[in-house]
């Protein structure tokens, strides 16, 4: 493991871009496969047969059902860790550089303070978490072949829903890494997390119209609605 990790350290050293887009391709791409077990989105549904049985002395048609098989939806897979590779890797590595920057150079904030690591999660949380739900959500659309107005319908379906479930992680594990982590290795701790985020994000969008997402859809809007009452 001690060998694995310093190979790694090494790789960063040369190749920092390259090697954040691979890991979170991988990454991606294995969160994908949890979600796909989780909700047995690839599952053959149950069909009965009729199977000839003899009862006493009597012959008679019964049902029998098939047994469960499951499948893993490589083609899926394969897209989400695309993902990772496009959007994840990239992106991430230099919404972290620049933020970190944008932090010491600009706003002028003490490394590791309060204020410092409050001001990188706030933003953190408005631009990149909302951005990168947007971008999952469409990406997903377009590439299993929706329409442009289907993509929508779904991104008003699963964007809400997907904010306030990582709304309520992803800020605790931000602080802690930018408190804690080099920049350079925001991105590796945050790919860490991104193997369950990726499994939670590709099972929102495989639960489709399921009653929970509307509920929270109604909720959000009736608080809303009570708000400017």
Request: charged share 20%; with cysteine.
């Amino acid at each position: 493991m001690l060998k694995l990790w310093k190979w790694y350290q090494k790789c960063l050293t040369v190749h920092p871009v390259k090697t954040q887009v691979i890991s979170s391709g991988i990454l991606w791409g294995t969160g994908d496969i949890a979600a796909q077990t989780i909700t047995r989105s690839t599952m053959k549904k149950h069909h009965k047969k009729p199977v000839l049985r003899l009862n006493s002395s009597t012959l008679f048609f019964a049902q029998q059902d098939d047994e469960e098989v499951f499948k893993i939806n490589w083609k899926r897979v394969a897209i989400t860790s695309m993902f990772g590779v496009g959007f994840v890797g990239p992106v991430g590595h230099f919404w972290y550089e620049y933020l970190d920057r944008f932090m010491k150079v600009r706003l002028q904030l003490p490394p590791k303070s309060m204020r410092f690591v409050a001001a990188k999660v706030a933003l953190d949380g408005v631009i990149f978490g909302p951005l990168d739900l947007c971008v999952f959500f469409t990406y997903m659309g377009l590439t299993s072949g929706k329409s442009i107005p289907q993509v929508k319908e779904d991104l008003k379906r699963d964007f809400l829903p997907a904010l306030v479930l990582e709304g309520g992680v992803w800020p605790i594990v931000q602080i802690a890494n930018f408190r804690f982590i080099p920049v350079r290795y925001q991105l590796l701790y945050v790919n860490m997390f991104c193997l369950l985020d990726s499994a939670l994000l590709s099972w929102i969008e495989q639960q489709e119209d399921a009653p929970w997402k509307k509920w929270i859809v109604s909720f959000l809007y009736v608080k809303e609605q009570e708000g400017q009452g």
